[in-house]
């Protein structure tokens, strides 16, 4: 399956248009009954947003931005509305087409950046935020997988499927943005050589000619936690199990 990535969080808050991103997912489907079926997935995505395309001034003003690519790996349970793939012949009780739901867990690893003076940061390692050294978030991270489509035939073997997927996370760092600003005092503290880059990337209005970034200023949302859907369309085939008849 292929398709594009969106994400949502303290950088796109307002809906406002960000490029969605690649994605690249591969399933492994086991039919349980012709309306269940267990998967295990791979998948692939990448995000990003900036603040320069939001539709809120004082985000534009903040001029935060990053880039990510995730990995993920899934567990889930799809439920077919109508009978589907469960009969190597067309025939009764067969359907060429069915929505489906889909539900599952997954593990995802991610790495948050942006570029700097020519030069990308991995800003997590950063610690934008005042983490100290070994407080910072995971870049491993579980999430729920909630979303839909539509499975259809084109013969017994092969067919077309059409998906949109979200992904519920549990923190707020999918973009490194969360809490407040810290005192740039604590961030050097904590940072040594990366200092600079830390400090910088920490708060980059000043790079719009206004410094709104005080120690306890709200930086981003920490009530509200990132997430990103994926929208792929994909190849259907399917291996039918064929039993010998006993003499």
């Known amino acids: 399956m292929g398709g594009g990535t969106v994400y949502h969080g303290d950088l796109a808050p307002d809906f406002s248009m960000q490029a969605p991103g690649a994605a690249a997912s591969l399933f492994v489907r086991r039919n349980v009954d012709p309306r269940i079926s267990l998967r295990f997935?791979?998948?692939?995505?990448?995000?990003?947003?900036?603040?320069?395309?939001?539709?809120?001034?004082?985000?534009?003003?903040?001029?935060?931005?990053?880039?990510?690519?995730?990995?993920?790996?899934?567990?889930?349970?799809e439920f077919n509305f109508l009978p589907f793939h469960h009969n190597s012949q067309k025939g009764k009780g067969r359907n060429q087409y069915t929505p489906y739901l889909v539900a599952g867990f997954g593990i995802f690893h991610h790495n948050p950046k942006a570029l700097y003076e020519d030069n990308w940061y991995e800003l997590q390692?950063?610690?934008?935020?005042?983490?100290?050294?070994?407080?910072?978030?995971?870049?491993m991270q579980p999430a729920l997988i909630l979303g839909g489509g539509i499975k259809i035939d084109i013969n017994s073997e092969w067919?077309?499927?059409?998906?949109?997927?979200?992904?519920?996370?549990?923190?707020?760092?999918?973009?490194?943005?969360?809490?407040?600003?810290?005192?740039?005092?604590?961030?050097?503290?904590?940072?040594?050589?990366?200092?600079?880059?830390?400090?910088?990337?920490?708060?980059?209005?000043?790079?719009?000619?206004?410094?709104?970034?005080?120690?306890?200023?709200?930086?981003?949302?920490?009530?509200?936690?990132?997430?990103?859907?994926?929208?792929?369309?994909?190849?259907l085939y399917t291996m039918h199990q064929f039993n010998c008849p006993s003499w």
């Open 159 to 235: 067919g077309i499927v059409i998906e949109g997927a979200t992904r519920i996370l549990f923190f707020d760092y999918l973009d490194d943005i969360s809490g407040e600003y810290a005192d740039t005092r604590l961030i050097a503290s904590h940072r040594g050589s990366l200092a600079s880059a830390a400090i910088n990337l920490a708060d980059r209005s000043g790079e719009l000619g206004q410094n709104i970034g005080r120690p306890g200023r709200q930086r981003g949302d920490s009530k509200t936690n990132d997430g990103y859907t994926m929208f792929t369309i994909g190849i």
């Open 41 to 77: 997935g791979a998948s692939f995505g990448t995000i990003s947003a900036s603040d320069e395309n939001s539709l809120n001034e004082y985000n534009n003003a903040r001029n935060l931005s990053f880039q990510s690519t995730v990995f993920e790996g899934s567990l889930g349970l």
């Open 125 to 139: 390692a950063l610690g934008t935020e005042g983490q100290a050294l070994g407080e910072e978030y995971s870049l």
